[in-house]
């Protein structure tokens, strides 16, 4: 019930195109949706997060897409770039008591020319 | 830089033996938390300390243990060391309570030989 699944494991696009990165939970509780940004050798880095009392959040070219009722949410680039390739995860926590993140397994994205 | 201060970057070690991962949170953030990423596992939380408490433990093994400091400071042991426990270990930190800002910081890549 904690588990969080993401698809696909990795992803080719082309620059300029829309990059979709899907995640699904299981658990109810999970108030709050972060996805992360990781460059390798990197630590993961916050990208954009958003709370289920909305459907969509966008900051510039990130796009959160949240369907509570299907308990799925997605992350949309707009008009890739070469700079956005790296692995993406999106995340979960629920606020009883810890702010434990329940990651996904992560899509490679990589923006080809 | 993201304020969030991890060392050693590297460790090689032999099994068998005890190490000691060290980490700075951000100015100002009360809670600590260690993940540890491996290919096949992706990233799995260990445990979360918050103002010198454990608040949340994960699937840290009993192998592993960690504290937090008075300064906020914290270190995670590993003991015993297996080659399975070749992964990266991260720490990140965030203000606590209800703002779930998390920072993570570059990690420590452990390889066991």
């Known amino acids: 019930q904690q588990q969080v699944k993401q698809s696909p494991q990795s992803l080719i696009v082309q620059k300029g195109g829309i990059s979709i990165i899907n995640c699904a939970y299981e658990?109810?509780?999970?108030?709050?949706f972060p996805w992360y940004q990781q460059f390798p050798g990197k630590g993961p880095a916050l990208l954009i997060a958003i709370r289920p009392d909305v459907s969509e959040k966008k900051e510039g070219r990130f796009t959160i897409s949240f369907n509570k009722s299907a308990k799925q949410f997605s992350l949309h680039i707009m008009d890739s770039q070469p700079g956005d390739s790296a692995t993406y995860f999106c995340?979960?926590?629920?606020?009883?008591?810890?702010?434990?993140?329940?990651f996904g397994t992560g899509t490679r994205l990589t923006i080809i020319p | 830089d993201s304020g969030v201060t991890q060392t050693p970057k590297h460790l090689i070690t032999a099994t068998g033996q005890r190490v000691t991962l060290r980490c700075s949170p951000r100015?100002?953030?009360?809670?600590v938390y260690w993940y540890q990423q491996s290919l096949d596992q992706g990233l799995q939380f260990l445990i979360q300390?918050?103002?010198?408490?454990?608040?949340a433990k994960g699937n840290i093994l009993e192998r592993f243990s960690a504290q937090q400091f008075p300064d906020l400071h914290s270190e995670l042991n590993l003991s015993s060391l297996e080659l399975g426990d070749s992964a990266l270990y991260f720490c990140?930190?965030?203000?606590?309570?209800?703002?779930?800002?998390?920072?993570f910081g570059s990690g420590t890549r452990l390889t066991v030989v």
């Open positions: 995340a979960a926590m629920t606020n009883f008591g810890n702010e434990k993140l329940t």
């Open positions: 100015s100002g953030d009360l809670s």
């Open positions: 658990n109810t509780a999970f108030d709050y």
């Open positions: 990140a930190s965030s203000p606590g309570g209800a703002n779930y800002g998390y920072t």
């Open positions: 300390y918050y103002n010198g408490e454990e608040r």
